[in-house]
């Protein structure tokens, strides 16, 4: 099985206008904004559906499991299918989801429509490769850098933006709004962006199949994985616990803790920045860089008795350094392995995107778990430790 499946030609050095950048910025952050609207509303849709508080976890759960599928069964299409019809059949599959779900009404429809939004939002991992395939090399990091911008601002957005159109209206209104954006956005996409044909020997069950092998053939992908995997499992452990600290120790309401979630938004800045070091040649050292700013961030949650205003300061500080280092670390690691060839790059962006991803839900999970049985002290311990380990195979290098 060859890894040379596409043929194309080297993208022209005015393929990608600052107009078509922000347009792709501006997609990813409204699609991966999909996947984080319904965290801070689990207490209202779970009351609303009659579901229990022990199943009420399965809201997001469900959603985390579509967008992973999608990574390993739909992303790879772009390394086969024609990218702008992909990249807008698969937003419309979020907006028919998410109006299933403002529709719902009982627990399993909204949890079907859940998984399909996940599943509908993986079109922003198929936006990266296609805006990476649309760059010249020279400014690829760069280009990179500023259409992931938008992804993390979606992120950071979402959970801010969802708790107060609820406490305005209704999570129904969320869910409306967002299906009525994505049917827009896919007409947008159709009429804006180039279209990108991969020729493909490939069929897809071939396609899935040298997934393996690809893995197995490209140590830069391992390597670049698990180093974003280590920071990636701080950053969802860190924002399963703050909110549950900050209620807890500091009294903050629901609205108190989506202001907080907007110091988050300072990471933003990061990916911009780290790829034009990518782009320079500097990824080993603003790699480090990433790892030591996100150790920092849980250490400096330690200064300051719990529930003072000098903790809560620190807090913040955390939120920002935490966010910096995992933003500016995705990109380092999307600029690396874009530059490996762009006959695979769809593929090797799933692989890379659902390593990470697994290892976020995890420090999710266990970021509850340790906060449960130990409270901040431990789950910050735990937080620190992925960062440390991070490091530690970096200098493997």
């Not at 501006?26 to 009659?50: D, K, R, T």
């Amino acid at each position: 099985m060859t890894m040379n499946a596409t043929i194309e030609t080297a993208p022209r050095p005015d393929a990608v206008s600052q107009r078509l950048t922000f347009v792709l910025a501006a997609a990813c952050g409204m699609v991966a904004a999909n996947i984080y609207y319904a965290q801070p509303l689990i207490a209202p849709i779970s009351a609303a559906l009659g579901l229990s508080h022990a199943a009420a976890g399965l809201i997001v759960t469900m959603t985390q499991i579509g967008y992973g599928t999608g990574l390993l069964l739909i992303v790879p299409l772009g390394d086969l299918v024609e990218n702008r019809a992909l990249i807008c059949s698969v937003i419309m599959l979020g907006a028919a989801a998410l109006l299933a779900a403002a529709f719902a009404t009982h627990a399993l429809p909204f949890l079907l429509a859940a998984l399909f939004i996940g599943l509908g939002s993986v079109a922003v991992q198929i936006i990266i490769p296609y805006a990476a395939h649309m760059a010249p090399e020279a400014i690829r990091g760069r280009v990179v850098g500023n259409v992931s911008t938008g992804l993390m601002l979606g992120i950071m957005l979402a959970r801010p933006v969802s708790s107060f159109v609820t406490a305005l209206l209704s999570w129904h209104a969320v869910f409306f709004a967002s299906a009525a954006l994505m049917i827009v956005l896919a007409a947008v996409l159709w009429m804006t962006l180039p279209k990108r044909k991969p020729v493909t020997r490939m069929h897809y069950g071939q396609l899935l199949l040298s997934m393996p092998h690809l893995v197995r053939a490209t140590p830069l992908l391992r390597r670049r994985a698990l180093y974003q995997a280590s920071l990636f499992g701080a950053f969802t452990l860190f924002w399963t616990v703050a909110p549950l600290q900050l209620a807890g120790a500091f009294g903050f309401s629901q609205r108190g803790i989506a202001l907080f979630a907007l110091a988050g938004v300072a990471g933003v800045f990061a990916a911009p920045i780290a790829g034009r070091l990518a782009d320079r040649g500097h990824s080993r050292i603003a790699t480090l860089i990433a790892m030591l700013l996100t150790a920092a961030g849980f250490l400096v949650t330690f200064i300051g008795a719990s529930g003072s205003m000098l903790n809560l300061a620190c807090l913040v500080v955390a939120a920002i350094a935490i966010d910096i280092g995992v933003q500016g670390n995705v990109v380092l690691g999307f600029r690396a392995i874009f530059a490996l060839g762009h006959e695979h790059r769809s593929r090797l962006n799933g692989l890379y995107m659902a390593t990470f991803f697994a290892a976020g839900a995890a420090g999710s999970a266990v970021g509850a778990w340790a906060f449960a049985q130990g409270g901040w002290v431990l789950a910050s311990a735990i937080g620190l430790a992925l960062p440390v380990a991070g490091l530690l195979y970096a200098v493997t290098e």
